[in-house]
């Protein structure tokens, strides 16, 4: 069975930091991209970046560039999101999400329930 | 960045209608759309991947449509538990976007 559990979502003041980190578990991690997404309270679905399976590979969405950094270790089927300079507007839940396999055109299969990051002084 | 925009925001439907969510996208995205509901309180679940492929386990009474830049999902008949939010996403290049959501409530 395919699982990702979230973790490290906690309140934290405007300009602070936070890791969170994604287990994995169920599946062969190394074969696929992996994705973060948020969902601020009451609002719509987010997407805030994906690595590549080998890490290689990242991309984020505008408001996070240079703020936010994803990383990935292969060895312990683990998926992380270094977040800096902390904004309120930061604040949502954050789900860890299986992209596609390779070339393959299905991603977003698998969701975590997310961990809550709350940006408030 | 595609844009993506849902239509309509929210819709009533009684149990045993047909219904369709539009989704079009800003350029075309070719077939590389898909479809999620996301019940209060649950992460998103896929329903529909590369525009009309259904994701296993979901009822066939979902189905979707289009390329390009125009999309539909339909469920053929609602049900008592598709009463959710409902969202395309577009997985062409990045970054990944979503529609704004599609409300299907009870009327």
């Known amino acids: 069975e395919v699982q990702l559990v979230e973790s490290g979502g906690v309140v934290v003041q405007p300009g602070g930091s936070l890791r969170l980190s994604c287990t994995a578990s169920?599946?062969?991690?190394?074969?696929?991209?992996m994705h973060w997404v948020r969902q601020a309270p009451g609002k719509g679905l987010q997407w805030v970046s994906l690595?590549?399976?080998?890490?290689?590979?990242?991309h984020y969405e505008d408001s996070v560039k240079g703020r936010f950094t994803v990383s990935r270790d292969n060895s312990k089927n683990s998926l992380y999101l270094q977040m800096e300079s902390l904004r309120p507007e930061d604040t949502a839940l954050y789900y860890c999400v299986r992209g596609a396999r390779g070339d393959g055109t299905k991603e977003f299969d698998y969701w975590g329930q997310g961990t809550l990051v709350t940006v408030s002084s | 960045d595609i844009q993506l925009t849902q239509s309509p925001s929210s819709l009533s439907a009684s149990v045993g209608d047909r219904v369709t969510i539009t989704c079009r996208a800003s350029q075309s995205i070719r077939r590389y759309l898909n479809w999620y509901h996301q019940k209060q309180g649950n992460a998103p679940k896929l329903l529909i991947y590369a525009a009309s492929s259904l994701q296993s386990g979901v009822p066939s009474r979902f189905s979707g449509s289009g390329s390009g830049t125009y999309f539909t999902l339909t469920i053929s008949t609602v049900q008592p538990e598709d009463f959710a939010t409902y969202y395309c996403q577009h997985s062409y290049s990045s970054p990944r976007t979503f529609g704004q959501g599609t409300k299907l409530e009870i009327k």
């Open positions: 690595i590549n399976w080998d890490g290689g590979t990242t």
């Open positions: 169920g599946f062969t991690f190394d074969e696929y991209t």
